[in-house]
T-cell receptor, first 115, second 113 residues
């Protein structure tokens, strides 16, 4: 059973370009979470999705950021018109969404650098 | 809202020394508590967990006990190895299933020979 897959692992963009980050959850997992890790900081929750639905986007910046998890295919985190402050590691996690506690399995992350 | 506070690093220890990384939390209801480990250039791996008061999570020689009275979940290991060098994150998940994780800022551990 493959783990959570993220691609690309490293992404370089110039200011004003768009960044698209992809996440394929573990097999059998229908819940996806995106977190952002700024340099020397902990992870901050951004958004929680189930298939075709956004459940909680309380950590998502109001502008330029969007996320989707279509019925088919990976979850996508999209950042439009990137700025230097968007440079960070973006981690995706997945879970089954069931059970008495929430065990999330993390991908290796996408490291975004904005020049 | 929920929050996690953990001791700042870096923590530098000699091999075979005793390790404690403090973690306290603020949460409503009955959260689940976790320790994650992040090796350089990699994602987070779940190290151990506890889902209710007085539970002890353990894995690879690491232990942490869920203390509701002191709202703490301190990580301990009796004898660290060089291979334990990593960043350790304390985290909590709110009551109920499938909720988001709230992380501490992480503690970097460096173990030397």
């Amino acid at each position: 059973n493959a783990g959570v897959m993220q691609n690309p692992r490293h992404l370089v963009r110039r200011r004003g370009q768009e960044a698209r980050l992809r996440c394929s959850p573990m097999k059998g997992h229908s819940h996806v979470y995106w977190y952002r890790q700024l340099p020397e900081e902990g992870l901050k929750f951004m958004v929680y999705l189930q298939k075709e639905n956004i459940i909680d986007e309380s950590g998502m910046p109001k502008e330029r950021f969007s996320a989707e998890f279509p019925k088919e295919g990976p979850s996508i985190l999209r950042i439009q018109q990137v700025v230097r402050g968007d440079s960070a590691a973006y981690f995706c996690a997945s879970s089954t969404g069931t059970g008495t506690y929430n065990e999330q399995f993390f991908g290796p992350g996408t490291r975004l650098t904005v020049l | 809202g929920n929050s996690v506070t953990q001791m700042e690093g870096p923590v530098t220890l000699s091999e075979e020394a005793f390790l404690t990384i403090n973690c306290t939390y603020t949460a409503t209801g009955y959260p689940s508590l976790f320790w994650y480990v992040q090796y350089p250039g990699e994602g987070l791996q779940l190290l151990l967990k506890a889902t209710k008061a007085d539970d002890k999570g353990s894995n690879k020689g690491f232990e942490a006990t869920y203390r509701k009275e002191t709202t703490s979940f301190h990580l301990e290991k009796g004898s660290v190895q060089v291979s334990d060098s990593a960043v350790y994150f304390c985290a909590l998940s709110g009551s109920g299933t499938a909720s988001k994780l709230t992380f501490g800022t992480g503690t970097r551990l460096q173990v030397t020979l």
